[in-house]
């Protein structure tokens, strides 16, 4: 059984989904693949433990605190790759971003291969099921794009500007998937 409750957030209503231990979702209302891990249907339930904790962990992230990933007992659904790409995402230190590539680099060195596609790793980041809280908005395409957010550009730089990231070196690409 799944249960879900929302969160009014600066950027919208957020939705929290959880399997009643971990949370096992958190998308932004209008965002790509919202709610697209959960094939069961979800039961309101905002008086959960797990949900006051993530709601207070989002409360200091957007007074721009900087609370630790660790706090929170996170169950994303997804396939061993992506689970190993989200796992590097709750690695990229607050403030700061990395590449597709990068985070490729660092895929392939897992896997003991040569290299690994960005392709790849951009659809692992993208199916993210629990956004803000894994940082897919710290991926940025190597040339400087904001590109690849599912939750829209404009949130992705929101995000990016509440903690603190020297915006002058990106740019939103004129055309692109997340636009």
Same mark, same amino acid.
């Given at each position: 059984?799944?249960?879900?409750?929302?969160?009014? @957030?600066? #950027? !919208?209503?957020?939705?929290?989904? @959880?399997? !009643?231990?971990?949370?096992?979702g958190l998308w932004?209302?209008?965002?790509?693949? %919202?709610? !697209?891990?959960? /094939?069961?249907?979800?039961?309101?339930?905002?008086?959960?433990?797990? /949900?006051?904790?993530? *709601?207070?962990?989002?409360?200091?992230?957007?007074?721009?605190?900087?609370?630790?990933? @660790?706090? #929170?007992?996170?169950?994303?659904?997804?396939?061993? /790759?992506?689970?190993?790409?989200? %796992?590097?995402?709750?690695?990229?230190?607050?403030?700061?971003?990395?590449?597709?590539? !990068?985070?490729?680099?660092?895929?392939?060195?897992?896997?003991?291969?040569?290299?690994?596609?960005?392709?790849?790793?951009?659809?692992?980041?993208? %199916?993210?099921?629990?956004?803000?809280?894994?940082?897919c908005h710290r991926?940025?395409?190597?040339?400087? +794009?904001?590109?690849?957010?599912?939750?829209?550009? %404009?949130?992705?730089?929101?995000? #990016?500007?509440?903690?603190?990231?020297?915006?002058?070196?990106?740019?939103?690409? +004129? *055309?692109?998937?997340?636009?």
């Amino acid at each position: 059984m799944y249960y879900k409750t929302i969160y009014p @957030s600066p #950027l !919208g209503i957020i939705t929290m989904a @959880s399997d !009643g231990d971990n949370l096992t979702g958190l998308w932004i209302e209008g965002q790509k693949y %919202h709610g !697209g891990t959960i /094939f069961e249907d979800m039961a309101e339930n905002k008086d959960m433990p797990i /949900f006051d904790t993530v *709601k207070k962990w989002l409360d200091r992230y957007f007074a721009g605190e900087n609370p630790l990933i @660790s706090e #929170l007992p996170l169950a994303p659904a997804g396939s061993d /790759f992506r689970k190993e790409v989200w %796992h590097i995402l709750c690695e990229i230190p607050y403030g700061e971003v990395i590449t597709y590539g !990068g985070i490729a680099k660092k895929m392939a060195a897992k896997m003991n291969k040569e290299s690994m596609s960005s392709q790849a790793v951009g659809g692992a980041v993208g %199916h993210n099921p629990i956004s803000i809280i894994i940082p897919c908005h710290r991926v940025v395409g190597s040339n400087g +794009s904001l590109t690849g957010y599912a939750g829209g550009i %404009h949130t992705k730089i929101k995000l #990016l500007e509440l903690e603190g990231v020297d915006m002058s070196r990106f740019f939103v690409p +004129s *055309k692109g998937t997340a636009l």
